[in-house]
């Protein structure tokens, strides 16, 4: 199969580059908003869920609350290349950090940890927001396989399969087009599962350590089938870092799901409060 070799920059407007790959950010960050914004809704409309959840009001504005997490999801990213899969580099050269590319696994700390002070400074409950952002992020993670498919990179190991393709500076060898897979899995697969679970779970905290267990397991997975970095290799036998970082955060996932329920389990139940989001505020 023949690879599209569709050009990463979108449009150059004088001497900005407009490159798909940050369009395809601009546009997970906005879907994610409109998820987001969705899903308070409706559990605040009275709509199947509401009883389920309990949840504080979030006076300020949703784009008040999505301040933390941006900013937070990038530089992690960043750090997380930089300090993982770079750190030599990094180190000689500091400035590398406004380049390059990104990590989820480190843009999922700085989510986590931006988020968790937002929660604090608002005085609201970090589970509770944690799985409204789980279920809002699927659609970015799409975006951001199919931006690494248009960049020709983070492409999969040799094969013979039929729909193998020959990506630019990889060789002559056609190869698994990992990144599509990757799209697939982390992308509608995962959002049908969390929404799913969004329907039956009366527990803060189930979404965001199912989003952990079931992004991790299909990383690990698919992490056999894309070509391991360059710079690092194979690190533990046949597994590779991402597989490394993935199986922690498995682990993590489990770890938070009891612990979810353990709290609702002391709690005994999760009275519904003040309404999610001011929506006249945001409307």
Known sequence: MKYP???PVLHIWGPVEIHWYWMMYIIGFAIAFVIFKFEAKRRHSGMPMIESWS????????????????????????????LIYNFSWFVSYPLLIFAGGMSFHGGLIGVIISGYIYSRKRNKKFLMLADLGAISAPPGLFLGRIGNFINGELYGRVTDVPWGMVFPHAGPEPRHPSQLYEAFLEGPVLFMILYLISYKSRINGVIISALLFFYGLFRFI???????????????GPFTMGQIQCFIMMGFGIFLYFYARAINDLTGHQPVEKPLINIKKID
Request: with cysteine; net charge negative; charged share 15%.
């Open 5 to 7: 070799n569709i050009d």
């Open 55 to 82: 949840c504080a009001g979030i006076r300020s504005s949703l784009a008040d609350l999505f301040m933390y997490p941006i900013p937070g999801l990038l530089i992690g990213a960043r750090l997380g290349h930089c």
């Open 222 to 236: 698919l992490e056999f089938f894309r070509e391991p970095d360059f710079q690092i290799g194979f690190v533990l």
